[in-house]
């Protein structure tokens, strides 16, 4: 059964390779109810020829759920969409935006969108295979083909095979001579290719990502597009998060102390399956960002002996040290 409502994708956070774990996904959704989550992106191969449980398994609180593929392989797509399908996850995003080197020498990320027939042809064919729908998460160009006509082009043909669903970086992707950061920052961002492929394409839902942060002007964006999707700024201050989720989606007010405590049990539960404190505590550092105590927060809870005993009371113990005393 899909978890997705009509007004979801209002509001996405990206998937970060290394950052966006289930674990980060637990707490971003305690501060955002109805936003979609987006995994890291996983590879085909590491899908079809590792572990399937530790890639796919996700807790039931995280719908609605995304999950995002790499891979250029027709056959090996359509696997790994029917593989995503039975586990779940009420969509299917497939990574044509990423730059790095890595991801090139693959055949795909940011390097498929010169090869948009290949990427209809991938798109249509996970679309036969899964019960949930496909997204393609792409940059505004590559390199020097860089124009409004080259990435319509590219939208038309993934939207005739049966996407509907666009995630726009609103960057290019330069591929030789800048690193993955470097390509966040470097390249111009560029919203107005964005608003132009909405109007160009009325029918499709467009979302953009890209140079987001709590000073973009929110309101004049969800005009122009059909929602925002935002990554470091989030991950670095999860209450951003939490303000957002309240004026996009009109939810409650989030309430900081019950959110430290719903953590707090979360991680009893997870050191329970055999999982470290060090890996739910790395997504706690960005709490209380900017304000009195938070460096005395983030020092103790990366503090490697402390973190050694594996005793989830300390983000509790935290707490209450810092910033109830």
Not at 28 to 41: G, I, K, S, W
Not at 47 to 57: A, V
Not at 156 to 169: K, L, S
Not at 295 to 310: G, V
Request: proline share 5%; with cysteine; net charge neutral.
């Amino acid at each position: 059964m899909s978890h997705v409502i009509e007004d979801t994708h209002k509001l996405c956070t990206a998937p970060m390779l290394d950052w966006s774990d289930r674990h980060c996904r637990f707490l971003f959704r305690l501060f955002a109810p109805r936003a979609m989550l987006y995994t890291e992106m996983v590879t085909t191969g590491a899908l079809i020829y590792g572990d399937q449980t530790r890639h796919l398994d996700f807790s039931g609180e995280e719908h609605p759920i995304a999950l995002q593929l790499g891979g250029s392989s027709i056959t090996e797509l359509q696997q790994c969409a029917t593989l995503a399908s039975k586990w779940g996850y009420d969509e299917i995003n497939l990574n044509c935006g990423c730059p790095s080197e890595r991801v090139q020498k693959g055949n795909f990320g940011a390097s498929l969108m010169l090869e948009p027939k290949l990427v209809a042809e991938c798109v249509k064919a996970m679309h036969d295979s899964a019960n949930a729908p496909i997204t393609v998460k792409h940059r505004l160009g590559i390199d020097e083909s860089d124009s409004y006509d080259f990435v319509s082009q590219f939208v038309g043909t993934i939207r005739d095979a049966g996407c509907t669903t666009f995630i726009v970086h609103a960057r290019i992707a330069i591929l030789k001579g800048l690193s993955p950061k470097k390509n966040r920052e470097v390249p111009p961002l560029n919203y107005e290719f964005v608003y132009k492929l909405k109007r160009e394409y009325p029918d499709c839902t467009f979302i953009l990502n890209g140079g987001l942060d709590e000073h973009a002007p929110y309101n004049q964006i969800m005009q122009k597009v059909n929602g925002v999707m935002i990554g470091r700024a989030i991950y670095q201050s999860p209450e951003f998060l939490g303000k957002l989720s309240q004026s996009i989606h009109n939810c409650a007010p989030y309430n900081l102390e019950s959110i430290i405590s719903k953590v707090h049990r979360y991680a009893i539960n997870q050191i329970g399956e055999k999982v470290p404190l060090k890996a739910i505590t790395r997504h706690l550092l960005g709490l209380f960002h900017g304000q009195k105590g938070a460096r005395t927060w983030r020092r103790q809870l990366s503090n490697p002996d402390l973190l050694r005993a594996n005793d989830p009371d300390l983000i509790m113990r935290t707490y209450q040290d810092v910033f109830c005393s």
